[in-house]
């Protein structure tokens, strides 16, 4: 269902509910085994083991900022599927319906969830009888020719150490926008993704559906360094590729502890069912490229089934890290010193007198100082360029986290000043000035148009003019349609002839 399709009383109902969301003990009561996730295995962009061959639950990036357009709320965007080709049909890029997209706050630095948001999909189908994500051009969200579509529910937990204490269904089956499939099948998606975000009460937004990939940066990092060359990085390698995005806007002060604690960490979460039935926490991400390379081989899959609790059994990876010695043996330069505390401020407590909360326990959350106004003018390097309302005081969608953290690494906090990055310094696509904010995704028939077709006709034209030679006139036309049929006489002629053949050979004895 649309929006528009909506009726009043269901309007009505869910005002309530999320209303009682933001009303303290206004939650109905839940058992505490909700929550707690599996014994499990197994985000980013492929970046361990186990979850790079499970995409529907890869989590690949989580941003948190105060909204431009509105300060007094806070936007949180965590996308998931890595690289989805948009041509990729017939079935494209549904969210999994056996998992448990969730969106965790600590408000208190404690490392455990005081609330957590929780979205889980239902797939429908209108015909299965046909191989078609849609049976023709589709113009909004509840249009019939839209065969394949998804939807889903929002539930709101309070937690108390950790465990769930209340909770309540603030969103129900709202429409998630769909696959891009191209300009044939969708003539105006910025329409649907209009109607794919849904309006909570007291303010707050949501959205779900495809977008494209916001993170900007040169993957070829992982060939040895760019194999000790520089001349050829500048190539923004996630340029075309799509993910599945989920974004909440809600009011700051629904999420901080108080006014005079406004800082919060966040990251997000996707637990899996089980053959057995239960949920199993896959995967795991609050700052990028954490998992990615800061951990090794053997921690990677542990860190996706962990809680931000525990993550001084990681600390070693922090500050004895990897990357510095890599840069030193293919560039020449030189790693800062162990232990790096710098480190460990940066990733895992905050920036002290920034966004570190006080009492804080050391742990792998994405941490938003919600005080801070949102800057007219936002520089990509952030805090390292005096943007304090930037990374790491959360991660804005414009951000350049590639490059702000390759300074960090190489000791820019201990007074080793250097400018290292990737040379892609922002988005390929620009990004929206309202929520959701992520680019619209990159449609499946981005190719250039085919040889004698023109962008103002209909595929039926297009594909005559295609058939049609280049110069040719009525008469010529006439000529090659006799000229096709003589053509075509003439082979079947030809093919009955060669069947009375084969069939005389056939019976001779020999």
């Known amino acids: 269902m649309t929006p528009n399709s909506r009726t009043g009383a269901r309007h009505r109902s869910l005002a309530t509910l999320i209303c009682g969301a933001l009303a303290a003990g206004g939650l109905a009561a839940v058992g505490v085994a909700t929550l707690e996730p599996g014994a499990a295995s197994a985000s980013s962009h492929r970046e361990a083991p186990l979850i790079s061959g499970q995409p529907q639950y890869d989590n690949t990036d989580v941003y948190a900022f105060v909204s431009p357009d509105h300060p007094d709320s806070t936007t949180i965007v965590a996308n998931w599927i890595p690289f989805e080709e948009p041509a990729g049909g017939p079935n494209f890029f549904p969210f999994a319906e056996d998992a448990q997209y969730d969106l965790h706050v600590d408000n208190n630095g404690d490392g455990l969830g005081d609330l957590l948001f929780r979205y889980t999909f239902k797939t429908h189908t209108k015909n299965d009888k046909t191989f ?13 020719d839209l065969n394949i579509t998804q939807t889903y529910d929002i539930e709101l937990f309070q937690l108390e150490h950790g ?8 969103a129900d089956d709202v429409p998630v926008a769909p696959s891009n499939v191209g300009k044939a099948s969708m003539p105006d998606y910025s329409k649907l993704r209009y109607e794919a975000v849904h309006k909570l009460a007291n303010g707050a937004k949501t959205f779900a559906g495809q977008a494209d990939d916001p993170f900007f940066l040169d993957l070829r990092v992982f ?11 500048g190539n923004d390698t996630l340029k075309g590729y799509n993910v599945n995005s989920i974004a909440l806007q809600v009011p700051t002060e629904m999420i901080t502890e108080s006014h005079d604690q406004p800082i919060v960490g966040i990251w997000s979460t996707t637990q ?20 990615e390379v800061v951990n090794p081989l053997k921690d990677k899959d542990k860190f996706n089934a962990s809680e931000p609790k525990d993550d001084g059994q990681f600390l070693k990876n922090v500050t004895n890290p990897e990357l510095p010695k890599l840069i030193e043996a293919i560039y020449k330069i030189k790693a800062p010193d162990e232990p790096r505390n710098d480190l460990v401020d940066v990733f895992l407590k905050g920036v002290k007198d920034l966004n570190q909360p006080p009492y804080v326990t050391p742990a792998e959350e994405l941490r938003l100082n919600t005080s801070i106004k949102p800057t007219a003018k936002p520089k990509r390097l952030g805090v390292l360029d005096g943007d304090t309302a930037g990374f790491p005081n959360g991660r804005r969608l414009t951000d350049d986290v590639i490059d702000a953290s390759l300074q960090v690494v190489e000791g820019e906090l201990l007074g080793a000043k250097n400018d290292l990055g990737d040379a892609v310094d922002k988005n390929d696509k620009n990004f929206e000035k309202s929520f959701p904010y992520v680019a619209l995704p990159t449609e499946g028939s981005r190719g250039p148009l085919a040889k004698g077709t023109t962008d103002g006709t209909d595929v039926r034209s297009q594909l005559g003019d295609a058939l049609q030679p280049a110069g040719s006139d009525s008469s010529d036309n006439m000529t090659l349609i006799a000229g096709s049929a003589g053509a075509g006489a003439l082979g079947i002629l030809l093919i009955g002839g060669a069947l009375m053949w084969w069939r005389r050979m056939r019976d001779r004895a020999y």
Do not use: C, I
Not at 163 to 169: L, S
């Open 163 to 170: 465990k769930a204490k209340y909770k309540t269904k603030v």
């Open 223 to 233: 060939d040895l360094l760019y194999g000790g060359n520089l001349t050829e990085v």
């Open 272 to 291: 899996r069912k089980n053959a057995q039935g239960y949920y199993a926490q896959v995967s795991r991400l609050g700052n990028p490229l954490v998992n």
């Open 132 to 144: 078609l994500y849609n049976t023709g051009a589709v113009t909004s969200l509840d249009d019939p």
